[in-house]
Protein backbone atom coordinates (compact mmCIF):
# COMPACT_ATOMS: atom_id res chain seq x y z
CA UNK A 1 0.00 0.00 0.00
CA UNK A 2 1.22 3.72 -0.72
CA UNK A 3 1.48 6.17 1.71
CA UNK A 4 2.14 10.08 2.20
CA UNK A 5 2.53 11.92 5.21
CA UNK A 6 2.63 15.43 5.31
CA UNK A 7 3.56 15.94 9.33
CA UNK A 8 2.76 20.03 8.98
CA UNK A 9 -0.68 20.65 8.57
CA UNK A 10 0.05 24.62 8.70
CA UNK A 11 3.02 26.90 8.95
CA UNK A 12 3.45 30.66 9.29
CA UNK A 13 6.03 32.50 8.53
CA UNK A 14 7.18 35.96 7.98
CA UNK A 15 8.19 37.10 4.55
CA UNK A 16 11.43 36.95 3.18
CA UNK A 17 12.08 33.40 5.82
CA UNK A 18 13.13 30.59 4.49
CA UNK A 19 10.49 27.34 5.21
CA UNK A 20 10.74 23.10 4.33
CA UNK A 21 7.92 21.64 3.77
CA UNK A 22 8.20 18.11 5.04
CA UNK A 23 6.76 14.86 3.29
CA UNK A 24 7.95 10.66 3.95
CA UNK A 25 6.34 8.12 1.57
CA UNK A 26 5.72 4.54 1.85
CA UNK A 27 5.80 2.16 -1.20
CA UNK A 28 6.85 -1.01 -2.08
CA UNK A 29 7.55 -0.08 -5.61
CA UNK A 30 10.72 0.09 -6.83
CA UNK A 31 9.86 2.00 -9.67
CA UNK A 32 7.89 5.33 -8.14
CA UNK A 33 7.47 9.10 -9.13
CA UNK A 34 7.03 12.05 -6.44
CA UNK A 35 5.34 14.97 -7.12
CA UNK A 36 4.85 18.20 -5.19
CA UNK A 37 1.47 20.55 -6.27
CA UNK A 38 0.46 23.63 -4.92
CA UNK A 39 -2.91 24.43 -4.47
CA UNK A 40 -3.59 28.73 -3.92
CA UNK A 41 -6.72 29.68 -2.83
CA UNK A 42 -8.43 29.50 -5.89
CA UNK A 43 -8.60 26.05 -5.89
CA UNK A 44 -6.74 24.76 -8.79
CA UNK A 45 -3.97 22.00 -7.98
CA UNK A 46 -0.82 23.32 -9.66
CA UNK A 47 2.28 21.40 -10.90
CA UNK A 48 5.66 22.23 -9.24
CA UNK A 49 8.11 18.83 -9.66
CA UNK A 50 8.19 15.71 -10.56
CA UNK A 51 10.94 13.09 -9.36
CA UNK A 52 11.29 9.36 -10.03
CA UNK A 53 12.95 6.95 -7.85
CA UNK A 54 16.31 6.52 -9.75
CA UNK A 55 17.12 10.20 -9.76
CA UNK A 56 18.03 11.40 -6.27
CA UNK A 57 19.93 14.40 -7.92
CA UNK A 58 18.39 17.51 -5.76
CA UNK A 59 16.72 20.23 -7.66
CA UNK A 60 16.37 23.89 -7.65
CA UNK A 61 14.18 26.25 -9.38
CA UNK A 62 14.48 29.70 -8.96
CA UNK A 63 13.84 30.21 -5.39
CA UNK A 64 12.05 26.46 -4.94
CA UNK A 65 14.74 23.37 -4.39
CA UNK A 66 13.60 20.15 -3.47
CA UNK A 67 15.32 17.27 -1.10
CA UNK A 68 15.08 13.69 -2.36
CA UNK A 69 16.29 11.06 -0.30
CA UNK A 70 15.76 7.54 -0.83
CA UNK A 71 17.09 6.59 2.67
CA UNK A 72 14.49 8.09 4.76
CA UNK A 73 11.77 8.03 2.26
CA UNK A 74 11.64 12.09 2.46
CA UNK A 75 10.89 14.60 -0.63
CA UNK A 76 11.09 17.84 1.29
CA UNK A 77 10.11 21.11 -0.51
CA UNK A 78 12.24 24.39 0.72
CA UNK A 79 11.29 27.92 -0.46
CA UNK A 80 13.40 30.54 0.27
CA UNK A 81 13.36 34.32 0.92
CA UNK A 82 9.44 33.19 0.70
CA UNK A 83 6.97 35.96 -0.48
CA UNK A 84 3.27 36.24 0.15
CA UNK A 85 2.54 34.59 -3.38
CA UNK A 86 3.90 31.49 -1.78
CA UNK A 87 0.89 31.58 0.43
CA UNK A 88 -1.09 28.74 -0.65
CA UNK A 89 -1.86 24.81 0.21
CA UNK A 90 1.00 22.38 -1.02
CA UNK A 91 0.53 18.87 -1.80
CA UNK A 92 2.70 16.18 -1.95
CA UNK A 93 2.10 12.85 -3.74
CA UNK A 94 3.55 9.49 -5.12
CA UNK A 95 2.27 7.52 -7.64
CA UNK A 96 3.76 3.97 -8.17
CA UNK A 97 5.02 2.24 -11.85
CA UNK A 98 3.21 -1.30 -11.20
CA UNK A 99 1.26 -3.50 -13.21
CA UNK A 100 -2.39 -4.02 -14.11
CA UNK A 101 -2.83 -0.43 -16.39
CA UNK A 102 -3.64 1.93 -13.62
CA UNK A 103 -0.62 3.42 -11.67
CA UNK A 104 -2.50 4.49 -8.76
CA UNK A 105 -1.27 8.32 -7.14
CA UNK A 106 -2.27 8.93 -3.66
CA UNK A 107 -2.02 12.26 -2.29
CA UNK A 108 -0.87 13.64 1.69
CA UNK A 109 -3.30 15.70 3.66
CA UNK A 110 -1.55 19.25 2.48
CA UNK A 111 0.24 21.99 4.06
CA UNK A 112 -0.97 25.43 4.30
CA UNK A 113 1.53 27.88 4.25
CA UNK A 114 0.80 31.43 5.30
CA UNK A 115 3.34 34.08 4.43
CA UNK A 116 2.94 36.89 6.85
CA UNK A 117 4.23 40.24 5.23
CA UNK B 1 -4.69 27.95 -24.71
CA UNK B 2 -5.29 24.31 -23.28
CA UNK B 3 -6.44 23.43 -20.59
CA UNK B 4 -9.17 21.58 -17.97
CA UNK B 5 -12.94 23.41 -17.24
CA UNK B 6 -15.06 22.52 -14.54
CA UNK B 7 -18.70 24.08 -14.02
CA UNK B 8 -20.08 25.48 -12.32
CA UNK B 9 -17.71 26.93 -9.78
CA UNK B 10 -20.47 27.03 -6.76
CA UNK B 11 -23.30 24.22 -6.59
CA UNK B 12 -25.87 24.17 -4.62
CA UNK B 13 -27.92 20.80 -4.16
CA UNK B 14 -31.02 19.68 -2.09
CA UNK B 15 -31.38 16.49 0.14
CA UNK B 16 -32.52 14.10 -2.63
CA UNK B 17 -31.29 15.77 -5.75
CA UNK B 18 -28.73 14.19 -8.43
CA UNK B 19 -26.42 16.93 -9.67
CA UNK B 20 -24.19 16.55 -12.63
CA UNK B 21 -20.57 18.16 -12.21
CA UNK B 22 -19.14 18.96 -15.74
CA UNK B 23 -15.04 18.40 -16.71
CA UNK B 24 -14.12 19.32 -20.21
CA UNK B 25 -10.67 19.18 -21.67
CA UNK B 26 -8.60 20.27 -24.78
CA UNK B 27 -5.50 19.06 -23.55
CA UNK B 28 -5.99 16.07 -26.20
CA UNK B 29 -5.48 13.60 -22.70
CA UNK B 30 -6.87 10.10 -22.45
CA UNK B 31 -6.98 10.04 -18.75
CA UNK B 32 -9.45 11.66 -16.79
CA UNK B 33 -9.85 11.39 -13.01
CA UNK B 34 -12.37 13.02 -10.51
CA UNK B 35 -11.36 13.58 -6.91
CA UNK B 36 -12.75 14.49 -3.22
CA UNK B 37 -11.21 17.29 -1.28
CA UNK B 38 -12.32 17.50 2.39
CA UNK B 39 -10.67 20.09 5.12
CA UNK B 40 -7.92 18.41 6.62
CA UNK B 41 -8.04 15.71 3.84
CA UNK B 42 -5.60 14.82 0.79
CA UNK B 43 -7.45 14.56 -2.59
CA UNK B 44 -9.30 11.52 -2.63
CA UNK B 45 -10.41 9.30 -5.63
CA UNK B 46 -13.86 9.22 -6.76
CA UNK B 47 -13.69 7.55 -10.62
CA UNK B 48 -10.84 7.61 -13.32
CA UNK B 49 -11.17 6.72 -16.96
CA UNK B 50 -7.99 6.18 -18.89
CA UNK B 51 -10.04 5.84 -22.45
CA UNK B 52 -12.73 6.44 -23.75
CA UNK B 53 -16.46 4.69 -22.88
CA UNK B 54 -14.02 3.01 -20.13
CA UNK B 55 -14.16 3.73 -16.87
CA UNK B 56 -12.91 2.80 -13.39
CA UNK B 57 -14.33 3.34 -9.58
CA UNK B 58 -11.40 4.68 -7.56
CA UNK B 59 -11.49 4.69 -3.73
CA UNK B 60 -15.05 6.17 -2.89
CA UNK B 61 -16.85 5.39 -6.02
CA UNK B 62 -20.48 5.20 -3.82
CA UNK B 63 -23.06 7.73 -4.28
CA UNK B 64 -20.93 8.89 -7.49
CA UNK B 65 -21.30 7.84 -11.47
CA UNK B 66 -19.79 9.23 -14.48
CA UNK B 67 -19.43 8.19 -18.68
CA UNK B 68 -17.03 9.11 -20.77
CA UNK B 69 -18.60 8.91 -24.11
CA UNK B 70 -16.01 11.87 -25.56
CA UNK B 71 -12.23 12.07 -24.98
CA UNK B 72 -12.79 15.56 -24.06
CA UNK B 73 -15.67 14.76 -21.23
CA UNK B 74 -15.74 13.56 -18.45
CA UNK B 75 -19.23 14.36 -16.24
CA UNK B 76 -19.01 13.36 -12.67
CA UNK B 77 -23.14 12.77 -10.92
CA UNK B 78 -23.61 12.90 -7.16
CA UNK B 79 -26.57 10.94 -6.81
CA UNK B 80 -28.65 10.94 -3.65
CA UNK B 81 -27.11 7.53 -2.36
CA UNK B 82 -24.35 9.82 -1.18
CA UNK B 83 -24.56 10.75 1.91
CA UNK B 84 -22.36 13.46 2.78
CA UNK B 85 -21.66 15.13 -0.95
CA UNK B 86 -20.74 18.75 0.65
CA UNK B 87 -17.20 18.89 -0.84
CA UNK B 88 -14.56 20.60 -2.96
CA UNK B 89 -14.78 18.19 -6.27
CA UNK B 90 -11.59 18.52 -8.65
CA UNK B 91 -11.38 16.97 -11.94
CA UNK B 92 -7.58 15.85 -13.54
CA UNK B 93 -6.23 14.56 -16.64
CA UNK B 94 -3.22 12.93 -17.95
CA UNK B 95 -1.24 12.24 -20.88
CA UNK B 96 0.68 9.17 -19.69
CA UNK B 97 -0.97 7.43 -17.19
CA UNK B 98 0.60 9.30 -13.85
CA UNK B 99 4.19 9.45 -14.59
CA UNK B 100 3.81 12.94 -15.71
CA UNK B 101 1.73 14.45 -13.13
CA UNK B 102 -1.59 15.63 -13.50
CA UNK B 103 -3.30 18.65 -15.01
CA UNK B 104 -6.30 19.72 -12.80
CA UNK B 105 -9.22 22.17 -13.48
CA UNK B 106 -10.29 24.78 -11.11
CA UNK B 107 -12.76 22.73 -9.13
CA UNK B 108 -16.40 22.75 -8.44
CA UNK B 109 -17.70 23.55 -5.05
CA UNK B 110 -20.43 21.40 -3.67
CA UNK B 111 -22.89 22.57 -1.00
CA UNK B 112 -25.97 20.40 0.51
CA UNK B 113 -29.06 23.24 1.48
Known amino acids: AQKVTQAQTEISVVEKEDVTLDCVYE???????LFWYKQPPSGELVFLIRRNSFDEQNEISGRYSWNFQKSTSSFNFTITASQVVDSAVYFC??????????????FGTGTKLQVIP | DGGITQSPKYLFRKEGQNVTLSCEQN?????MYWYRQDPGQGLRLIYY???????QKGDIAEGYSVSREKKESFPLTVTSAQKNPTAFYLCASSSDGTRYGYTFGSGTRLTVV
Open chain 2, 49 to 55: SQIVNDF
Open chain 1, 27 to 33: TRDTTYY
Open chain 2, 27 to 31: LNHDA
Open chain 1, 93 to 106: ALSGLNSGGYQKVT
